[in-house]
C-alpha cells in the first residue's frame, strides 16, 4: 500500500512562487503527477508524468509550472511560478497503477493579496 504526503502549500501574493512535495513510502516509477480542486469546480489534471520520462501540462499552467522528480528520495514536486487568484485550490498528487491509484492528502495553495 503507497502512501503519498504533500506538503509546501500555503498563502502567496499573486505573481510568488511556491513548491509543492508529494513523498511516497516506496519506490515509484513513471505515471504520478498532481490534481487540483477548486471550491465548486471538478478535479483537474495539473502536471504528469507519462511513459519513461515524458512530461504534460494543463493550458493554464504551462511556462509557469514545473512536475520534477527525485527517484532517490522517492518524491515528486511541482514547482509553481507566476502564481495567479485562480490557482487556488487543494493540490493532490497521485499514483497510477494498473491495479489502483493513490492519493495524498491535499494540501491547500491560496494565491491572494
Known amino acids: 500500500q503507497v502512501q503519498l504526503v504533500e506538503s509546501g502549500g500555503g498563502l502567496v501574493q499573486p ?4 513548491r509543492l512535495s508529494c513523498a511516497a513510502s516506496e519506490s515509484i516509477f513513471s505515471a504520478m503527477g498532481w490534481y487540483r480542486q477548486a471550491p465548486g ?3 483537474e489534471l495539473v502536471a504528469r508524468f507519462f511513459g519513461v ?6 493550458d493554464s499552467v504551462k511556462g509557469r509550472f514545473t512536475i520534477s522528480r527525485d527517484n532517490a528520495k522517492n518524491t515528486v514536486y511541482l514547482q ?8 487556488t485550490a ?4 497521485y499514483y497510477y497503477t494498473s491495479l489502483k491509484t493513490y492519493w495524498g492528502q491535499g494540501t ?3 494565491v491572494s493579496s
Not at 80 to 87: C, F, R, W
Not at 90 to 93: I, L, M, T
Open 80 to 87: 509553481m511560478n507566476s502564481l495567479k487568484p485562480e490557482d
Open 15 to 18: 505573481g510568488g512562487s511556491l
Open 108 to 110: 491547500q495553495v491560496t
Open 53 to 58: 520520462s515524458s512530461t504534460n501540462y494543463r
Open 41 to 43: 469546480k471538478q478535479r
Open 90 to 93: 487543494v493540490y493532490y498528487c
